[in-house]
């Protein structure tokens, strides 16, 4: 062939990032703000158990599994629980819209830039990172089913007894 | 005529390999799709896919560095291969057949991939060739090159044509379905020289047009992709794109293409970031045109099987390697084609 148009056949799929949040890595550091403006730093949270929720309000798991979380974090937030919500959608509409239909308890922050985005890499929504007391990536959950809600309780219950 | 029988049934038996070697291709990507069938009905419960591929929506600059090696070293014509002493008994319309020994290719690209917001991007392809080719001209037998034959040895290293292509994904909420449209710049040189091999007739010649760095046209380029979640282990990806030239420079157009692309990924390696996959790539395009193109040797249409995978070293920085493999090829006239070629990269995210 005079031109050589093979390659043109590849499409390249590398990922916008690699696997930055992986279970016994030191969960990458964020500051976003929350709902009201305020800006809330991962590391302040050092010392608790941590459970980042990777989520967009278009993301029917993603609803589905906000109740649990809720729930979960109500059960155990004086034992040290931390969950913190990362709202990865830059439709406030949205947003909002979906807020209004439910009552949640633990942080959400919003993630215009993709900055934590891009050091957890979540190519499914809802992604959970459950970080331990030191700091430290323990268990990711990708996707959401009932069944991993007594999962995440178990890991949590785990983690909350280590010192 | 025992001779026509066994020859047909060769004939016959070519053809029906072929056609299983397609159907063998096409049943392993059809049979991982129908595995993961059974899931499909829990995987529209179980999470929503990002797009985070090649496409992404994920705000900022990230560089790709890519090397393609592509060597074209077997002669085809049609849906077969064929020698170079039958090749150079052929007479075209254009007169007699020429015989090409090989083109061995080294393409680095440079991709240069910006987010500005979550809707909107921009891709930049600089491409630098490093290109071998030896010709035995149209008066050979297929082995040695008589007089007067145009035969000639070419080197070119320098960039070809650019690529600028912007996308808008704001159809969906996770901006996984977009359209593609951009520009193929006339930035690589056309006027090339090789070395004359005739020693009839020594000294520098051009190089056909179709093998050098740059067509001297602008091309536009146009297409859309769609990327999803099959289940909580597979993602899938496609693409179309179509490419035609605005004009013609000095006489040549490339013919315009069609380019459809569909994958697999597998998303729950046991290693963690490690993404293999396999493509289909489907490549048709039309032959050159003007009275200094090849309207003969060009042009075809190219089904090629991809696997490759995808591996993290940092988390900013991944490799990634894929081999294509024919599976089906249909060429006009004679033309040198590759029997695999293999691509690796590096990829950084900023």
Redesign the interface.
């Known amino acids: 062939?005079?031109?050589?148009?093979?390659?043109?056949?590849?499409?390249?799929?590398?990922?916008?990032?690699?696997?930055?949040g992986?279970?016994g890595t030191v969960a990458?550091d964020f500051s976003l703000p929350d709902l009201t403006g305020k800006t809330i730093n991962l590391q302040k949270f050092r010392g608790k158990v941590v459970l980042l929720d990777f989520w967009?309000p278009?993301?029917?798991?993603?609803r589905?599994e906000f109740p649990a979380l809720d729930a979960l974090y109500k059960k155990y937030r004086n034992d040290g629980l931390e969950i913190i919500g990362i709202n990865?959608?830059?439709?406030e509409t949205?947003l909002h819209e979906f807020l209004q239909k439910v009552t949640i308890s633990f942080t959400i922050v919003i993630d215009k830039?993709?900055r934590a985005?891009?050091?957890y890499?979540?190519?499914?929504?809802?992604s959970a990172f459950i970080v331990g007391k030191d700091g430290v990536i323990r268990y990711v959950h990708?996707?959401?089913?009932k069944e991993f809600l007594q999962l995440y309780e178990n890991e949590i219950v785990e983690l909350l007894k280590q010192p | 005529m025992q001779t026509t029988n066994i020859t047909q049934r060769v004939i016959q038996n070519k053809y029906v390999h072929q056609i299983r070697n397609i159907l063998a291709a096409l049943s392993l990507v059809a049979g991982m799709v129908l595995m993961s069938s059974a899931d499909a009905g829990a995987c529209a419960s179980c999470g929503c896919t990002l797009s985070s591929m090649q496409f992404s929506d994920v705000q900022g600059l990230t560089l790709d560095l890519r090397w393609d090696y592509i060597n074209q070293d077997q002669l085809r014509t049609g849906t077969g291969t064929i020698s170079p002493v039958d090749a150079s008994k052929i007479v075209t319309s254009n007169g007699p057949q020429e015989v090409e020994k090989y083109t061995r290719n080294n393409y680095f690209t440079l991709g240069i991939d910006y987010v500005i917001t979550h809707e909107w991007g921009v891709n930049v392809q600089v491409p630098f060739i490093d290109r071998s080719h030896e010709t035995l001209g149209t008066n050979s037998n297929g082995i040695v090159a008589g007089p007067g034959g145009g035969q000639y040895e070419s080197h070119t290293d320098s960039f070809g044509d650019i690529k600028v292509v912007g996308r808008y994904q704001g159809f969906t909420p996770q901006h996984n379905v977009g359209i593609l449209f951009g520009l193929k710049l006339p930035t690589g040189t056309y006027t090339a020289t090789g070395t004359s091999t005739d020693p009839t007739a020594p000294g520098s010649v051009p190089i056909d047009r179709g093998l050098q760095p740059g067509t001297g046209t602008t091309d536009v380029i146009v297409g859309a992709f769609y990327n999803d979640i099959l289940s909580e282990n597979f993602g899938y990806f496609a693409t179309a794109l179509f490419q035609a030239a605005l004009y013609a420079q000095d006489h040549y157009m490339p013919g315009n293409g069609v380019n459809l692309n569909a994958g697999l990924r597998y998303l729950s390696f046991p290693v963690s970031g490690v993404v293999p996959q396999v493509q289909l790539n489907f490549r048709f395009v039309e032959r050159d045109s003007g009275s200094n193109a090849d309207t003969i040797n060009t042009g075809g249409t190219l089904l090629y099987i991809s696997p490759g995978v995808t591996v993290p070293v940092t988390h900013q920085f991944l490799v990634y390697g894929f081999v294509q493999l024919p599976i089906y090829q249909n060429l006009n006239g004679v033309q040198l084609a590759p029997r695999y070629t293999t691509s690796v990269g590096v990829h950084y995210i900023f």
Not at chain 1, 58 to 62: A, L
Not at chain 1, 88 to 91: F, I, K, Q, R, T
Not at chain 1, 121 to 126: G, R
Not at chain 1, 142 to 145: E, F, N, R
């Open positions: 062939m005079k031109i050589t148009v093979a390659i043109l056949l590849l499409m390249i799929t590398a990922p916008a990032f690699a696997n930055a992986q279970v990458p967009m278009w993301c029917e798991p993603c589905e990865l959608d830059d439709s949205r830039k993709d985005r891009k050091s890499s979540p190519e499914i929504l809802p990708i996707g959401y089913h």
